[in-house]
């Protein structure tokens, strides 16, 4: 349909000037980025509580405050405007998403947490809190993953005694269950 008066319509002057102006759609769909803030752990990871999911970002931030930065897809880590890393966006409740560059235990870095310090505590509780200790620290390829749930074991002895740890983690034993979610 023609504008009034004119021997032209919207679809002509489209098909003529317009059409070969457009380009193609991006492949990659646009995404709507948030942010947020961490702090870099000991084990030189990030805690990112959206997805409840553990990111690494270079040892040599540890205890810093990080920007992170969010899409449905990726996650950026930024400290002073400076970006540290970025990683594929994981949704895998408590899992770990680590480069292996970032990690301490490929660096001479001496950090107050190491196995050995998480072994030696748990043998002061009792044989099987060692084994458990063990287990969980064999369970990732890299270790540091492991130190918060070993301390949150190792802390528990303050508040139940060592003898009832140990007792909890011989029965953490015998089901083959090293993780806090495991339900029975």
Known sequence: M????REYSRYSLFE??????????PEKRYEIKRQSRATAHKNSHIYFSKDKHYYSVPYEHIGKRVKVIYSESVIEIYHKNELLTFHARERQK???TTTKEHMPSHHRFVSEWSSEKFIDWASQIGVHCHTMIVEILDKK??????????????HLAKKVGKQRLDNACKRALDYNSYNYNYDR
């Open 16 to 25: 003529e000037i317009e059409k070969q102006a457009l380009k193609p759609l």
């Open 141 to 154: 390829q890299h270790p540091e993953q492991c130190y918060k749930s070993c301390l949150g074991i190792l």
């Open 2 to 5: 023609s504008f009034r008066g």
């Open 94 to 96: 408590y899992g770990y």
